[in-house]
């Protein structure tokens, strides 16, 4: 019972660890993995067209009786049309990043299900709040992808003092040593994500994963070149070339036309998100859309060559490849002899108790 928290309560599972959403990265599979072993894994639908995301929810319904739950950018091309698929097939669980959330809590809760609103500022938490969201995923600098410019050290205890939500954080967890020092800085479970792609059930490339395992805490780089927003990615030869400088617009805009093509998004959609995001997040997805495939090339490919890595600083704590119950099982016993050693240390385990857990 030590390690339940509000949000093992909240989203009814047994370990308070969640497997971040990551395009390419969390699966059915992977997702299903995760909340058989007690957590709960986030299905990436992002970048699906609606009938992939529909298939993918449905997949991890067969993989796993445990609750599970969708991630989702809103500003991606197609994003609202997927979050629909999500709300119609109750999905237990809803990740949204980069939008408005206020309608997708109202019509998620109308059936029970929880929201949880990706933040890396203050005054994103408050509005999440405000908007109905029943948890905060706190991303700091830290993250693979797009963690805000705080580190998790400092952003989870500055969200804590303005937000009364459970808070979830993430950027540069690995071990349970980290869970137990996200949960004693106010946060009440954690979402690994670099860490989630180097197990067994997901579809990294085996050549990416033995990339990974070589790579130190300080071999990423943090740039807006990439995709247009501050991304932190692998350093390689071919991600120092994509960061030397900003992509054209135009070939961004050209490559998210590509995306709507394959994604199969009617013009009138591409339309109407204009409308609703307007020209700058327009163009800001688009150049999500350019990077998409080289994300591909890396993930599943282990082109490294042309391909580019989505990666966490965390990468430099990990060197092996097990199974999601096993990594699993591990954090917790790591988190229980990391939390003794603290209440041995301070010399009053009842006091370190209630601290910690709530
Ligand atoms: C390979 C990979 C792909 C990712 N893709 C996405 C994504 O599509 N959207 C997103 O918001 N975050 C994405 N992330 C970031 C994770 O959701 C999460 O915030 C991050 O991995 C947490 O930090 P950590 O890697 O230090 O554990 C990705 C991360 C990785 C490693």
Redesign the pocket.
């Known amino acids: 019972m030590r390690w339940q928290t509000r949000i093992t309560s909240l989203f009814g599972i047994r370990y308070p660890q969640i497997c971040?959403?990551?395009?390419y990265?969390s699966t059915a599979e992977l997702a299903a993995a995760v909340s058989n072993a007690g957590g709960l894994g986030l299905i990436?639908i992002?970048h699906l067209s609606p009938a992939l995301a529909r298939e993918e929810i449905q997949r991890a319904r067969t993989l796993t009786d445990k609750p599970f739950g969708v991630g989702l950018?809103l500003i991606m091309p197609g994003a609202h049309e997927n979050a629909e698929v999500a709300l119609d097939e109750r999905v237990p669980v809803i990740n949204f990043?980069l939008g408005k959330g206020d309608w997708l809590c109202q019509r998620a809760h109308a059936y029970g299900g929880k929201v949880i609103a990706?933040v890396v500022t203050e005054r994103h938490a408050i509005a999440a709040e405000r908007d109905g969201a029943d948890a905060l995923l706190v991303?700091g600098h830290?993250?693979?992808?797009?963690?805000g410019d705080v580190t998790t050290m400092v952003l989870v205890p500055a969200i804590r003092r303005v937000s009364t939500l459970p808070i979830i954080a993430?950027?540069?967890?690995a071990t349970g040593q980290g869970l137990v020092a996200a949960l004693a800085l106010g946060a009440d479970a954690v979402?690994?994500?670099?860490?989630w792609?180097m197990t067994q059930e997901s579809p990294v490339h085996a050549k990416t994963r033995e990339l990974i395992a070589t790579k130190s805490v300080s071999d990423t780089l943090y740039t807006a070149n990439f995709d247009g927003m501050a991304c932190r990615i692998m350093d390689t030869p071919t991600a120092r070339a994509a960061a030397r400088k900003p992509m054209s617009p135009w070939r961004a805009l050209w490559a998210a036309l590509q995306l709507m093509r394959e994604q199969g998004t009617p013009v009138r959609q591409v339309v109407a998100n204009f409308r609703r995001h307007g020209a700058l997040a327009t163009l800001q997805l688009s150049f999500f859309a350019a990077a998409v495939e080289r994300i591909r090339l890396a993930?599943l490919d282990g082109d490294h060559q042309r391909g580019v890595q989505?990666?966490?600083?965390?990468q430099g704590l990990i060197d092996d490849v097990p199974s999601c119950e096993t990594l699993m099982q591990r954090v917790m016993q790591e988190a229980d002899s990391g939390f003794t050693a603290i209440s041995a240390q301070a010399g009053n385990a009842d006091a370190a108790v209630a601290q910690v857990t709530r």
């Open positions: 971040s959403g990551m395009t990265v990436q992002g950018a990043s990706t991303t830290e993250a693979a992808a797009h963690g993430a950027g540069g967890i979402a690994m994500g670099t860490r792609a993930i989505l990666i966490g600083q965390a």
